[in-house]
């Protein structure tokens, strides 16, 4: 019983992590990030990359949560 | 969902919200093809302008790596989360671990483009401008049938 509940958990989790994977699609992403900090320097990369992962984080999250607990 | 409550109150369909980012990431792509680098970026320090030429939160974090296909995937996925803690706390989890991952992907893209050369990184530039461009069309394609979807009421 309990071995079910956890598989099923597990199948939802690998379910979401594929879907989103496959939709934030960093592999797609990467060349354009590329692009778009050319002749930027390696610092300023890093923290843009940094600011631009965390925002988008925060605004996939802020869409993950259900309108019952506000 | 939270989310989701937002954009229907304000009578936003994720179709508008993917045609509007379909329109600015094309804006976006153009300097990219030209070669211009007007505000999102400065060849040399002097020319950095603290907000001109900020393309963390556009077009980099919206609409690329949380754009309108990341949005509708959560809002289906919360869905089917139906309420659960336990669901919804591990989902956070894998949105957490997919923006990880994501990020190692990028640096790891940026360390081999550094060690091609500055002729090299140019034409890949031009190129992927062009791919960006048909990027940014797609977006506004897929907005444009899902808004007939929802015409013809098949949606």
Redesign the interface.
Known sequence: MLLSVQED?LQ??L???V???V??D??G????????????D?AR?????????????S???????????? | MAGGFLLSYLGVTVDAFAISGGVLLFIASVPMLFGHRPGLQAPERSEERAAGEDIAIFPLAIPLLSGPGAITSVLLLTNQARGDLVRLALFAVVIAAVYTISWGVLAAGDRVMARLGQGKVHIITRVLGIILAALAVQYILSGLAGFYATLIGAK
Do not use: E, H, I, Q
């Open positions: 958990l939802f989790a379910r979401a992590f879907t989103l994977f939709v934030v960093p592999l992403v990467a060349p354009m990030f590329v692009g778009l900090t050319t002749g930027m390696d990369k890093r923290a843009m990359l940094s600011r631009a992962v965390a925002v988008a984080f605004v996939t999250f802020f869409f993950s949560w259900p309108a019952d607990f506000y």
